[in-house]
Structure formats: structure tokens, C-alpha cells
């Protein structure tokens, strides 16, 4: 074997860069702290410190043929958007097909990663860890974290006036596991994300009344998606994104804000996002816009202040005899065993080369992997992230210069401002960021030269969605299977619901797709030729 590099964490991207240094002749040596794999979708009943934590109704967003380690697809009676269950239990298979259980030691905290004194010429980390009360250190080549980014709670009370004095209940969503608590009570959740419409939906089943604060608002998309297929299969696609960052910004904009609106129209539900241009991820949720309609739901402003059993919003309306207020207001980025200096140089904000590497370190050997957010799904995220970063680990690839680090994460800061605004910090692009992955390591599909020598599959890989199995085509790690995997995944995304045939099942077709895309502006482009000419 070769180099050692210490893993902190078992969920998907500590397991992705265990199998990732495998591939690359690496040692790992992942260090878990509960007694399973899986991190965030690993549910437990009881809140552990130091751990993400789910509730028990929680669904994925992305659909299984976006969101599958590149080389390993979900068993195909498998369903499109699956509960937190069903996703543990591919996680589970993963690891096991892949053989990875044996590189980790569980029940095991890493306390702190210090540099070795000699780190300037070797790179190396001191790693301290706890295991059965007992403290030891080892020294490793290199550290991939992979602990995640929804652990640490943002609890802004000191935001709220008079919240000390209210004397109804009130936690965060991280707190909340299940809807029966509540039942005829009358609950206040603020935040606008997926978990606090998730358990806003939820909760309006059972309690009296409940009501959505929100300082921005957001778009609410439906995991169904056109013509009833999965919604990310329709929309992250090589040629939508080619648009989108080409289009002029007004009619890009235009575009954007019609496919938000296109299932209901946000500002009669109180939902329309005060700045309805920017990419922010929207809120998946099948059941919102329903809820509000029957009324057991309201949306209303960010809230004034509190009084002992009321709060005030700013449009001067009150919600009364409120019984609790669950904080659905994210989470905080903290890695208590390292430096905070190595991972936010400045400003307090995450600075990453890539979104992986500090870019200060004297030497390349620690790599972050998952702290970036995007339309994408995770798994194929953290995958591509975790080959990368194993590589430029090994030597195989080298990263520029610090102040050519700097520049681009400047530049690209930049940008996500421009699209995501300036709260986002860790939000991407998912097709551009995953390409510019994939060239670093030549897995990156060569789009042109696919037309001239495969067409049937140039065709599904441009105009069809950009799923994971694209970055295994070609290049270190490639997979025989990608191609068949590519040219099936419609037929995988159909058979769970294959339940009751009525008739021939349907395939999207592409071309139809395109001509349905690309009909209104080329009309706006002939009308104005007219009134041109």
C-alpha cells in the first residue's frame, strides 16, 4: 500500500473516498464515531452530539438514477425518490460489494489534527482520537474530512426580540423526529429550506395551525417533474445548462422564473422569493402548495418579536397561543478538531480551492470533501470530488500555485454571488462544476467526438440527463458498464411504477423535448424579425 490517509467520517463521502484511495493504491483508515455507516442517512430516534440528524418521514430530493455512486446503480425495483431507509440500505450494499467495512474503525471521535512539526517537507498530520476512554495519536500521509456540514445547528435567537420571554417550547429542526408530539397544537416554524417545509407539510396533518415564517421566501419545486418523470432527469441536462449559460441574462432569467411558476403561481401562496432570479436551491415538496390550500398551513413574514405566547410579524399580524417554534435555520460550519484557520482563511467564510482544498497549506495532503451544495445529488458529487482530491494526493495531479488557488476562488465567489447570492457560499453549478472535476483527472466525456463515433449515446448524453454514470466513461476509474447504464437509466427510472400496465410504457423522447424547449424563443425571435423587417 501506499500513502496512509485518515478519513474523518462514514457517510457517503467518507465512503467514497475510502473506495477513491483504494482505486489509487492509497491506505485509508476511516475513523466513524457511531457504530454505523451512512452519517446523515442513518436515522436514530435519539439526537447524538456531533452527528447529523434526520427525521423519520425524510425522502431524497434527487431521483435514485441522479444521485447512484457512478458505477454501482440502484437495484432498479428500487423507487425514484426514495425514503431514508431504503437509501441506508443501498449505502449498506455499497460498502459491502465494495468491501470497504474493514478500513473503518467505529466508535471512534477524532479530538483534534494537528500539522507534524516536520510537515513543511513531509505534509503529514498528527491525528488524536478517543476510543473506548482511551486517547491515542497516529501520523498519517494525508487527511480527507468528510464529516458533512449538517451537524452544528444556527440557532439565531439573539435575532428575535422577546423570544427569552416566550413560554411555549422551542427547539431546532434538527431536534424533530415525528409528527405525533404536536397533534392539536399550534406551531410556528421558521426558516424556508426543505426541512421546514417538510415538517411544516407534516405537521399540518395533525396540529391545529401552523405557519411558515420566511425573510425571503422560495421557489417550491414538485420531485414530479414534466410529463410525470423525475424531475432532475428532465432539468440537469448538458444542453439546458448549455443554454442557461449562454442565453442573454434577461431572457435566462425570464426562462428561469416561467419554469418556477409553471405549476402554480408563488406570490398567491405568499412563497414568491424576494429575489426570484437568483439560483438558490428551491424547496422540494409534493405537499406544500396543497396544504396551504386547504388553509391548515400559512405563509407570513419574518417575525417582529415575540411576546409570552404570541409572535408579531412585520406586516403587524400576530399568530397566537403558540405552542412551539422549531428553528429550521440551518447549520453551521464547524470542524472542532481542526484549526479553524485552515479551512476559513478569511472572512469567516469557506475557502476552498475547488471546494476541496485549502488553498494556504504548505502542502496538498488535506482535502475536504462534501461542502458544496448544488442541484446535483451528493453521492456522484463527493465520488468525483474524492477521486480528484485521492490523485492529487498520490502526485498524479498537482494543483497551481497559491495566489493562481486565490484568484480563482475569488472569481468563482464572484459568480456565485451572481447567480446564488451572497449567502450561499458553498453553492455550485452542478454540470459545470463536475466537468471541471472530471477534466482535472481525464474522466470528463469528450461530447463532440461521442456524435462522430457513438450517436445513440452522444444523443442521451447531451440531451439527456447528466447522470453519474457519464464520469465513469472514460478515463482513471472506468467503468465497462457506464454506456449500457447511460442508454437504460429510463427504463431503470419506469420499472418500480410498472405496477399495473395499461398500455406500451413511454420513454421520453429528446427531440420532442428540445422542439417543446426551444419553441417560444425561436416565436420571439421570428416576431421580432418581422417587426425588423
Known sequence: MGKRVAIIGAGVSGLASIRSCLEEGLEPTCFERSN?????WKFSDQIEEGRASIYQSVFTNSSKEMMCFPDFPYPEDFPNFMHNSKLQEYITIFAREKNLLKYIQ?????????KCPDFLTTGQ????IKKNGKEESAIFDAVMVCSGHHVYPNLPKESFPGLKRFKGQCFHSRDYKEPGTWKGKRVLVIGMGNSSCDIAAELSHTAEQVII????????MSRVGDDGYPWDMMLITRFKTLLKNNLPTAISDWWYMRQMNMRFKHENYGLMPLNGTLRKEPVFNDDLPARILCGTLSIKPNVREFTETSAIFEDGTMFEAIDCVIFATGYGYAYPFLDDSIIKSRDNEVTLYKGIFPPQLEKSTMAVIG???SLGAAIPTADLQARWATQVIKGTCTLPSVKDMID???????????WFGKRETIQTDYINYMDELASFIGAKPNIPWLFLTDPKLAIEVFFGPCSPYQFRLVGPGRWSGARHAIL?????SLKPMKTRIVRGVQTPCLFFCLFKLLAIPILLMALCFVLIY
Request: proline share 0%.
Open 213 to 220: 415564517s420566511s425573510r425571503s421566501g422560495s421557489w417550491v
Open 106 to 114: 467505529f466508535e471512534t471521535l477524532v479530538s483534534s489534527i494537528n
Open 408 to 418: 480563482d476562488i475569488d472569481e468563482k465567489m464572484g459568480e456565485k454571488f451572481k
Open 488 to 492: 437504460t437509466q429510463w427504463d431503470r
Open 36 to 40: 454505523d455507516i451512512g452519517g446523515l
Open 371 to 373: 461542502l458544496v451544495q
Open 125 to 128: 498530520w498528527d491525528v488524536t
